[in-house]
């Protein structure tokens, strides 16, 4: 079955500390995927995407993704964390016909 | 004003009442979306509308109703929930019901007591 998975519920950094988030994904084909924040009362909004092509995306706010097809893993990252980015993450998979989404990361910035 | 946009923020009702749910997109999108958001749960998908046709019923109960009037806005009719309805519902649009990414709204938090 389609599916990603987000192996960690909550996690704690500090305040310019360097950030992985972890998504998985099992798939029959290559998924496109997708990485969402949303803050606390809004809605989620696209932080990147990965269609094809270069395995290391270029997002909004800093963030950045890697595509590993061997480890069926889409991890995102950021190398210097703001007290802004705590939100809940959730990374998403498509292969055309739906989204399945993961049941998100939570993240607390700590100063 | 651009983007996804939902009313009401927040909604409270008795499992008799019956209310609605609006969403309207001024991206130029073609699809649009319901989605449930639970606690710890995965979103789940209820409803697609693609050029207005419902392309989607995701086994989601009867007394969730969508309607689809333009390829712009969006409603969700709800009638006798039940508690375990409570949630955020969100509305999403995209360019199409392929690959292209979703946008969404703000969301409606709906609390049924």
């Known amino acids: 079955a389609q599916s990603v998975t987000q192996p960690d519920i909550h996690i704690t950094v500090s305040e310019g500390a360097s950030l992985e988030l972890r998504c998985n994904y099992s798939y029959g084909a290559t998924p496109y995927l997708f990485w969402y924040v949303q803050s606390p009362g809004q809605g989620l909004q696209l932080l990147l995407k990965?269609?094809?092509?270069?395995?290391l995306v270029q997002g909004i706010k800093g963030f950045e993704a890697e595509f590993k097809r061997s480890q069926s893993s889409f991890n995102l990252r950021k190398p210097s964390v703001h007290w802004s980015d705590a939100a809940e993450y959730f990374c998403a998979g498509n292969t055309g016909n739906q989204f399945y989404f993961g049941t998100g990361t939570s993240l607390t910035v700590i100063p | 004003e651009t983007g996804v946009t939902q009313t009401p923020r927040h909604l409270v009702m008795g499992m008799t009442n019956k209310k609605s749910l609006k969403c309207e997109q001024h991206l130029g999108h073609n699809a649009m979306y319901w989605y449930k958001q639970s606690a710890k749960k995965p979103l789940e998908l209820m409803f697609v509308?693609?050029?207005?046709?419902?392309?989607e019923n995701n086994s989601v109960p009867s007394r969730f109703s969508p309607e689809c009037p333009n390829s712009s806005h969006l409603f969700l009719h709800l009638h006798t929930l039940q508690p375990e309805d409570s949630a955020l519902y969100l509305c999403?649009?995209?360019?199409?019901?392929?690959?292209?990414?979703?946008?969404f709204g703000n969301g409606t938090r709906l609390t049924v007591t």
């Open positions: 990965y269609f094809s092509g270069d395995t």
């Open positions: 999403a649009s995209s360019r199409d019901t392929a690959l292209s990414p979703l946008h």
């Open positions: 509308y693609n050029f207005k046709e419902q392309t």
